[in-house]
């Protein structure tokens, strides 16, 4: 996880205030260092309950489709428990893909950014299981245009296919709203496409790519069979695209196996976690990720998340 010091958190609303006997009155509170305060108990309960709110807190920010911030989930929902953030992400990680079928992905260490995805891809493998599918389609248009041209695009380019789809920018469209500020707000928000300028280009030039959660929630090869359904050809017509398709393929492979081991070392030790009460069919046949849960638990669990969290 991201690298924290004590000077980083010093003054953040979220850290836990110990008081004497002297500070408890009159509501004047001093932050005490952390070299000063007395451990906090790690109590499995606590930890477990923490995991839980965040599991709710999660799922309810991952609506908006915005990459979740590590700080966030420490402000709103660990709070004091910040020195035991792994144990509780973990603990969250493993609720998520047990009874949800997501996984809580890292996608930005640096900015320490996080987004939810699904295990059960749909067959474009982005967004998850959206119901949004416009936007989708609209979404795997320009990636396609972005990969097929380099991995980059001139804004020029995107304006110009815009029309031959029925969308003007700067006229709104019944569904996407002002299509330019889908393009060059929503969906930068969500990482799903970066927008920057041409250095040194005057006037102004701009050019989109791939953004963080496009490498994540989808990849090169669905994006080319994608263009490829659209233009009834073989992915293997564009050599140059299939071949850094594939080299992504196999580097996504091995990603993926690390992770794998690395989460398996982890839920052997959480196999005893008290999860909430959904449990999974014994037949083993595939269900959509929200039908693991009762209704009635499921409904619980969005009501206590607008209660606790938000």
Not at 69 to 77: I, N, Q
Not at 114 to 139: H, R, V
């Amino acid at each position: 996880m991201d690298s924290r010091n004590d000077s980083d958190y010093k003054t953040t609303p979220f850290q836990s205030k110990h008081l004497n006997g002297d500070e408890r009155g009159g509501g004047n509170y001093r932050w005490i260092p952390w070299g000063q305060r007395p451990p906090l108990s790690r109590d499995v309960a606590i930890l477990q309950e923490r995991a839980n709110k965040l599991v709710k807190y999660l799922l309810v920010k991952d609506q908006t489709k915005i990459p979740i911030k590590s700080s966030d989930m420490l402000k709103d929902v660990i709070q004091e428990y910040d020195e035991y953030f792994p144990e509780i992400i973990e603990r969250a990680s493993y609720a998520l893909e047990k009874m949800f079928r997501v996984n809580l992905k890292e996608i930005d260490k640096q900015s320490s950014l996080y987004i939810l995805i699904s295990i059960q891809e749909s067959s474009a493998g982005i967004l998850g299981t959206t119901k949004d599918t416009p936007k989708l389609d609209l979404l795997m248009v320009i990636l396609s245009v972005i990969f097929m041209n380099g991995n980059k695009a001139n804004e020029a380019v995107i304006w110009e296919l815009l029309p031959k789809l029925g969308l003007h920018p700067g006229v709104r469209h019944s569904l996407f709203g002002e299509v330019r500020k889908l393009i060059t707000d929503e969906f930068v928000k969500q990482k799903y496409l970066e927008y920057k300028r041409v250095p040194n280009s005057r006037p102004p030039e701009y050019e989109f790519f791939w953004g963080l959660c496009s490498y994540h929630e989808t990849s090169k090869m669905k994006v080319l069979k994608f263009a490829c359904k659209v233009q009834k050809k073989d992915p293997k017509d564009w050599a140059v695209q299939y071949r850094e398709a594939v080299e992504m393929e196999v580097q996504a492979a091995a990603v993926a196996v690390a992770e794998a081991e690395a989460r398996a070392e982890i839920y052997i030790a959480c196999l005893q976690i008290p999860l909430m009460n959904c449990s999974s069919p014994s037949h083993g046949a595939k269900v959509h990720p929200w039908n693991l849960c009762p209704r009635s638990n499921l409904s619980r669990y969005y009501q206590s998340a607008e209660g606790d969290i938000l």
